[in-house]
C-alpha cells in the first residue's frame, strides 16, 4: 500500500429542497444537504476546516470558508463515518455546490478533500 492509501477520506452527499422554508415570490430557494465523511484510510483524521463554492443558475458564485462544520471539527478513526446537515439558500431554483475540506492525520500530515459537485434543484426543474 502507498502512502496516499493513509489518506483516504470518502464523501457521500444527499441534497433536498425545504419548500416550507423557501419564499419563490421572493427568490429564497432553501436547501438541505447531508454529507457522510468515511475515513478510508489507515490513520486517523480530523476535519480542519471547509471551502465550499456555491454557484446559482445565473453564474453567481459564493465561496464560504470556515473552521469545522456545523461547529464541529470531527476525528474521524479508521473506518469511522460522520454526517451531518447543513443548508444553504440560494436565489436561483437551481444551483450547484463543492468543495474541499482540509484534513489533517495523526501523523500531522495535512491534506484536502475534494468534495465532489452537486446538483441543488427545486423538484420537477430538471428534466
Known amino acids: 500500500m502507498g502512502e496516499d492509501s493513509n489518506y483516504e477520506i470518502s464523501i457521500g452527499v444527499k441534497a433536498a429542497y425545504l419548500a416550507d422554508r423557501s419564499e419563490p415570490s421572493r427568490n429564497q430557494y432553501v436547501f438541505a444537504y447531508t454529507i457522510t465523511l468515511t475515513n478510508a484510510g489507515n490513520v486517523s483524521a480530523q476535519l480542519i476546516s471547509r471551502h465550499w463554492i456555491i454557484t446559482d443558475a445565473e453564474h453567481n458564485v459564493q465561496e464560504v470558508k470556515g473552521l469545522g462544520v456545523v461547529g464541529q471539527q470531527p476525528l474521524l478513526q479508521p473506518g469511522e463515518a460522520f454526517e451531518y446537515t447543513s443548508g444553504a439558500t440560494l436565489p436561483t431554483a437551481m444551483g450547484t455546490m463543492h468543495g474541499t475540506y482540509q484534513m489533517v492525520a495523526e501523523d500531522g500530515h495535512n491534506f484536502e478533500v475534494p468534495i ?8 420537477r426543474i430538471l428534466h
Not at 465532489?116 to 423538484?123: E, K
Open 116 to 123: 465532489p459537485s452537486f446538483t441543488l434543484s427545486v423538484p
